[in-house]
């Protein structure tokens, strides 16, 4: 019981640094709020950027096997047909007859009892999570289209294309980050079950008889890839999916899962989609080496960059006490790190020391890392406040002595500790720690 409120805190410490300090705020907030949808400020927005180039970088700049996709969010209502998402992308739902409202089943404990009134709870019906709409003008059938609950199916139906385009040898693999919608019974947990949602997905395109071992590689490069951006491991554990509780395409799926504060719950997956989906698409692929026309199998590696910023807001959020003061920060790494660092003139109304900042600290730091803000707001105390919930490692300080000695003040976000150095040597220490 204390440790469930102890958590519940972490998470209203989570939400409200977030809206506090422009990273996410709630979605139509001044209307009453969008339930399951988020907008992101100014510092969130840099912390997801940061998020998909490192995935970008990792898993299609560095590698000669992967092809980028950025495809279209509506598509043919066929193609959903032919993926059995509108056949079967349902999640079992019940509706409380009193208070009217409408529950997952897998999330409730007593299917018969309303968990919020204690109504009685109707019989369990199968609601599709596809947002539907209508393209152009028309109201008939054929108008109608939905907004992609995976991205997936964006790779699968560009499949020709690219192998026409690029000639890939197998196995390959494509990968594209996007926007994805379900709608979501009961979102819920801030960042971790939205309506409208971004993925990090690939789709690696392999022999059939090659799959396990493929499987088994994308494994340590989901892992690695976690551990790379700073999630903390000790939290992430690995879950063999049941026949049963697996979605409709897949063949083996493993969870990664995370400690998060309300429970151990998904944060990215690994499915082995065999060749359900190019088959249900009618394509083939030449095989180079034997002239044969054949089905390749599908690894999945997904990722949810919601969940991977929460994840990473949970293992960053840290609390110190200073001379009776509890002081919150966020320990990203500096890769990650929404704000590589912020420069300050000691007192703004000193004219000689915000020339210094601006044109001998903040500008040529601004130009080489971009990352970087200027920071004169409140005393000297207050900044370094702020700029710990940020996540800012570093903070540098133009005072009276930078004027005679060219020297400036680098504190350090994680032990408080404040070194003088060479403004001219700025720039590779800086480096050196990114
Ligand atoms: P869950 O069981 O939690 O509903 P899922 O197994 O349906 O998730 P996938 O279809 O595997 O999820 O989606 C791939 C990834 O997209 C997930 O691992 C997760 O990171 C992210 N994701 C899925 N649904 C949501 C959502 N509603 N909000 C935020 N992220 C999501």
Known sequence: MKKESKDNDLMEKIVSLCKRRGFVFQGSEIYGGLGGTFDW????????????QSWWKKFVDSRRDMYGIDAAILMRQEVWQASGHVAGFADPMVECSKCKKRFRVDQIEDE???PECGGKLGEARQFNMMFQTKVGASDDSSATSYLRPETAQGMFVNFKNTVDAFHPKLPFGMAQIGKAFRNEITPRDFLFRQREFEQMEIEYFVRPA??????????????????????????VHELEIAKEDRAHYSSRT?????????????????????????KNHKLEYIDEEDKLKMV???????????????????SAYKEDEKGGEVRPYLKFKPNIAPVICAVSPLLKNKPELVEYANTKVFAPL?????????????????????????????????????LTDDT???????????????????????????
């Not at 890392?369 to 207050?382: E, Q």
């Not at 350090?412 to 480096?431: A, F, W």
């Open 112 to 114: 018969k009892k309303c």
């Open 366 to 402: 601004k130009a080489e890392f971009g990352r970087v803000i200027w920071d004169d707001n409140g005393n000297i105390g207050k900044r370094y406040r702020r700029q710990d919930e940020i996540g800012t490692p570093f903070c540098i300080v133009v005072d009276f002595d930078t």
């Open 296 to 314: 390749p199998h599908v690894i999945e590696p997904t990722f949810g960059v919601d969940r991977a910023v929460l994840s990473l807001l949970l």
């Open 41 to 52: 400020g100014h510092f969130g927005v840099a912390l997801k950027n940061n998020i998909k």
């Open 254 to 278: 493993v969870d990664f899962e995370f400690d998060y504060a309300f429970g151990r719950k998904e944060l990215f997956g690994l499915a082995y989609r065999t060749d359900f989906d190019l």
């Open 210 to 235: 090659d799959w396990e071992k493929h499987f088994e590689y994308w494994k340590v490069q989901m892992l690695s890839w976690m551990e790379e951006v700073g999630i903390d491991m000790s939290k």
């Open 408 to 434: 400036v003040t680098v504190r350090d976000r994680d032990t408080g500790e404040q070194i003088r150095i060479k403004t001219s040597d700025l720039k590779n220490y800086i480096k050196e720690r990114i």
